[in-house]
């Protein structure tokens, strides 16, 4: 639930800013708490410098060979020349090493939130992913994760400049009490009058953050619909949407920039008013140590900017809350969406029972109305009804990908939702309608991340699916680049490398959504002949829109507005039964 920034609510911020803060050092508070010592130490070995010069500074020019360097310790020249060479010695080497933590810091965290994301996507349900906006996820894990990590550096810079700053202050009430008492107070008010700043930012950083979910998703839909947008010439349109995203950013970026420079800038110019101040406070008191005065002075001018580094980066971290929120609320979203499954082994599929099936996307609108039926092992069963029917709703959840509002389907007897997931995928295959290919080999693309499937399972797939020759063909065989979206390729071949990377782990069952209607008409006999092989080792469920199709199945299953009309052998197409004429009529199927 957003935060109403317009409350001024002090409790409610610093509730956001605690809880974002827990996030990303969960886990890592020993080397947050590194970087904070690191820090501390660093600024005392500076500020220690800054004093040691501005008194050997002012000894020099008074012409005295010896110089109080702290308290009532008194040195030479030369010995207070060699301890500020090595106080900056020793503060290069913490430096160098908060730097390699600091960026050790920040791609951990990154590469943390990366991981947590992709995790919490995979083992979402599939119905949770289709529901995605196409290019969410890749904006999430690009650019989202990629603010977390500029949140978490803007985290380590406050928490550098903060402690430099503690450091500086500290060693400055020791060398001159009064004046650095008036900057401490300083900074603590000014930190207090940069609130309002920072709460519009943290608005802007949440415009932000939808602006820049919207443009991606966007993108990705754009970059996907370049044959549809050249085929009805929508360029024109499609890049007036586009600009207009664009804009809408730039607006909304350009108010979040002018916000986080803003910030730095009024407390740089009101901090040196408090400088002034101290020096007037200091001048007041008539106090004869020059050289104290002229070190405190040093010693303040340079918290000031470490003050100025501490308000820029908390400014940067407030706006880069909103996109750790917008990840954290996609990472719950998956989590609780995390994929059911069940703890019964599948070393086989036989029978396959619907029992009043009922399916419905929201309470309103119910898919698929009470189906019962019942497809025995081997058979090959055509599905066929008008678009809108049901059929794909029906396929997803034969193969689990969605669970049934009421009714259940039953595996040799075993609630499809008890059995192991794993299991189930590699006794259970699909090919889709429209190939989808991966970035890599042919080889790849039929064993597709699958580590147990070795070559020789990849060669016998190959001849199954009919394209063991095509790949002969080619002087590369196996190792051809396919191309993500199987440029390569054409549609046929695309559809049999899919179907080869289906059976090649010789699957009970196989689910095809219309397998021949990318082929011409030789590779089409060929696939009915190698599903007509199936018959008896294989169950076959194919969705169907060929009547040529419907030919090689033993039982044709219609369906109609959600409901199951007929289930029965195409041969029974007499006029008394009349099942065949109305598979015909409800698919919109029509004889040749």
Not at 522 to 531: D, G
Not at 542 to 556: E, K, P, V, Y
């Amino acid at each position: 639930m957003a935060v109403n920034d317009s409350d001024g609510s002090a409790t409610a911020a610093s509730q956001r800013w605690g809880a974002s803060v827990r996030r990303v050092t969960s886990g890592r508070r020993r080397e947050f708490s590194s970087v904070a010592i690191l820090s501390l130490v660093a600024g005392f070995f500076e500020a220690a410098f800054l004093v040691v010069v501005t008194r050997a500074a002012f000894a020099i020019t008074d012409g005295e060979r010896r110089l109080a360097l702290f308290g009532d310790v008194e040195v030479t020249i030369a010995k207070a020349v060699v301890v500020a060479l090595v106080l900056v010695v020793a503060k290069l080497l913490i430096g160098v090493a908060g730097a390699w933590s600091t960026a050790r810091l920040i791609s951990g965290v990154t590469a943390s939130l990366r991981r947590e994301m992709a995790d919490a996507w995979l083992e979402a349900s599939w119905a949770a992913q289709h529901d995605d906006r196409t290019g969410q996820l890749q904006e999430l894990l690009v650019n989202f994760t990629q603010r977390g990590s500029t949140l978490v550096g803007a985290l380590l810079l406050a928490i550098t400049s903060g402690f430099n700053l503690l450091a500086m202050l500290v060693l400055a009430v020791v060398v001159a009490p009064l004046a650095a008492l008036v900057v401490f107070l300083a900074v603590g008010v000014l930190g207090q009058l940069l609130r309002p700043f920072r709460a519009a930012v943290r608005r802007s950083g949440r415009r932000a953050s939808t602006s820049s979910m919207e443009y991606a998703s966007t993108l990705s839909e754009v970059s996907q619909l370049g044959l549809e947008m050249h085929v009805f010439r929508v360029q024109r349109p499609v890049g007036e949407r586009i600009d207009a995203l664009v804009e809408e950013q730039a607006v909304v970026n350009r108010r979040l920039d002018f916000l986080r420079q803003l910030v730095p800038a009024v407390y740089s110019g009101l901090a040196y008013l408090a400088v002034v101040l101290a020096l007037g406070v200091v001048a007041a008191a008539d106090s004869a140590d020059l050289g104290s005065v002229g070190a405190v002075m040093l010693v303040m001018l340079r918290s000031l900017a470490y003050g100025q580094n501490l308000q820029s980066s908390i400014t940067n971290y407030v706006s880069m809350i909103p996109f750790l929120d917008e990840l954290d609320r996609r990472l719950a979203s998956y989590r609780t969406a995390a994929e059911p499954t069940g703890d019964i082994a599948v070393s086989s599929v036989a029978s396959i029972v619907a029992d009043d099936l009922t399916f419905g996307y929201h309470h309103d609108d119910t898919v698929l109305h009470h189906l019962s039926f019942r497809i025995d092992p081997g058979e090959v069963v055509g599905i066929v009804g008008p678009s809108g029917s049901g059929k794909s709703t029906l396929v997803q959840l034969l193969l689990g990908l969605r669970q049934p509002s009421s009714g259940h389907i039953s595996i040799d007897g075993r609630n499809i939702r008890e059995l192991d997931r794993e299991q189930w995928a590699r006794r259970v295959t699909f090919v889709p309608q429209q190939p989808r290919l991966i970035g890599g080999t042919i080889a790849d693309n039929i064993r597709f991340y699958r580590d147990g499937v070795d070559h020789a399972d990849i060669e016998r797939a190959a001849r199954l699916a009919h394209i063991d020759r095509d790949i002969a063909g080619w002087p590369e065989g196996y190792e051809r680049e396919g191309g993500d979206h199987g440029g390569r390729l054409s549609g046929g071949q695309q559809q049999r490398l899919c179907s080869a990377r289906a059976r090649v782990e010789r699957p009970d069952v196989l689910i095809l959504d219309e397998p021949t209607s990318s082929l011409d008409p030789m590779s089409e006999v060929l696939v009915r002949e190698t599903l007509d092989g199936l018959r008896g080792a294989t169950t076959v469920l194919i969705i169907a829109h060929r009547l040529s199709t419907l030919a090689i199945c033993d039982r044709i299953m219609v369906l109609q507005s959600g409901r199951l009309v007929a289930f029965d052998r195409p041969e029974n197409r007499d006029p008394v039964n009349g099942f065949y004429a109305e598979a015909l009529r409800a698919s919109t199927i029509s004889e040749p």
